[in-house]
């Protein structure tokens, strides 16, 4: 078979429907959506492509050769030193777009070019590097505790020609490893880059599933990862439960960042916690609040709650300015009617939640009648085959009388010779 023209390709999961190449994720992490795919000459307005190497890391190059390159072709592209082997998981117009979100390139000089699309000998020298990942990862974390170095190598990527290893690496400190770098150079005979990584990276690269159900954002589509701190779990009343708010890397979930905008700009419609209400009878404080629904819980103690009612924001506006003009409202509701709060439906609301308890228990019970049943019958059928003497002695006396074995299957009774059958 020749080799020389084929095209190593990933298999999307689907070979017909509107822009299907844009929706094959191929088994890549942060994939981009390429929703101009079938737009005629997407491709003829800039030669970027973006490709894609182990886990998440990501390359932009120039298709200087005018390849016919789609998503999921496997090409082999320049490396320093030699080359390198990804997919390539974006063409078109939404390079552009992805490149100013992309770090680490400076300049358009440090956009490299595509060489070929990966041949035979490319893929053996591909794989070849891959098979010594995982005995190198472990190598190396020997000869780093042997160096008495607070780091952890977490992963290990080979380069598609087998010249170069990446190791990445976790560390709470600065760390020498010149030492560690002429070992492991020496052990391995191959040039080694060491590149520092968080732990929301480590667990975007390892992947997951997160307490929602989906899999991690880190591992999906986040590429920038911004500070999260506890007040984002303060604005949006969540409870400062260390193993409910840290993800699955033991840092705060990046997803508190996601609706904390939307808290601030609701809380701000909201009265001060401080500020107490004054009615005819009765001094109020503020217990709790319901932020996206703009409801204010006041309490007449200032530490328990006592007589709750349950008002809109707006109301408790209303009554802090009767206030300030020495006025005080008979109570804190319209009308003197106190305003329910709506609720959301609970659809088990009067269902008995031990009712599956009692099915259980029930199913138990038929079960165990149906083993002592079977038992009895058991010990039935034993008795039935001991001796007659053995038999009599085991069953009570019967009026001070020995008790007559039943007959057995086919015996006939014994005919009294005394008895006169009536004619």
């Known amino acids: 078979m020749d080799y020389k023209d084929m095209k190593f390709k990933l298999w999307t999961g689907c070979d017909r429907g509107l822009c299907h190449k844009a929706c094959g994720r191929q088994d890549n992490k942060l994939n981009t959506y390429d929703w101009l795919e079938d737009v005629p000459g997407n491709t003829d307005t800039t030669d970027l492509v973006e490709v894609q190497f182990k886990n998440t890391r990501k390359g932009y190059y120039h298709n200087v050769n005018n390849l016919d390159l789609q998503k999921g072709d496997i090409v082999a592209v320049e490396a320093s030193p030699g080359h390198d082997i990804g997919v390539v998981t974006l063409t078109g117009r939404l390079v552009k777009l992805q490149l100013k979100k992309a770090t680490g390139i400076k300049s358009p000089d440090d956009i490299k070019n595509v060489y070929r699309i990966a041949k035979e000998v490319d893929m053996e020298k591909y794989h070849e590097a891959k098979a010594r990942e995982h005995r190198t990862m472990i190598e190396s974390r020997q000869i780093a505790k042997s160096l008495n170095l607070d780091m952890k190598i977490g992963d290990v990527e080979f380069q598609g020609d087998g010249n170069k290893a990446i190791f990445y690496y976790i560390a709470d400190e600065r760390v020498d490893f010149r030492q560690l770098i002429k070992d492991l150079a020496a052990a391995f005979h191959v040039r080694i880059e060491m590149k ?105 103690d200032k530490y328990l709650a006592v007589n709750l009612e349950t008002i809109t924001a707006e109301r408790a506006k209303e009554i802090i300015e009767m206030n300030r003009e020495g006025e005080k409202p008979l109570s804190l509701t319209h009308n003197g009617q106190v305003k ?57 006396r019967r009026n001070g009388r020995p008790n007559r074995r039943p007959n057995q299957q086919g015996d006939r009774p014994q005919r009294n010779p005394n008895r006169r059958d009536n004619e």
């Open 196 to 300: 520092q990584i968080g732990a929301r990276q480590e667990a975007g690269r390892i992947g997951g599933t997160g307490p929602c159900g989906r899999e991690l954002c880190c591992a999906t589509w986040m590429k920038s990862f911004s500070s999260v701190s506890t007040n984002a779990a303060r604005c949006q009343d969540i409870s400062l439960n260390p193993t409910k708010l840290a993800g699955m890397c033991a840092k705060l979930k990046c997803c508190l960042n996601y609706e904390v905008d939307d808290y601030m700009e609701a809380s701000k419609k909201l009265p001060n916690k401080d500020t107490h209400l004054y009615t005819s009878d009765a001094e109020y404080f503020l217990f709790k609040t319901d932020i996206l629904n703009g409801l204010c819980t006041y309490s007449t």
């Open 340 to 396: 329910q709060s709506k609720k959301p439906i609970d659809l088990l609301e009067g269902a008995d939640l031990s009712r599956f308890d009692k099915e259980k228990a029930k199913r138990n019970k038929q079960k165990n009648n149906r083993k002592n049943n079977n038992q009895q019958r058991e010990n039935r059928n034993q008795q039935r085959e001991q001796p007659q003497e053995q038999y009599n002695q085991q069953r009570p």
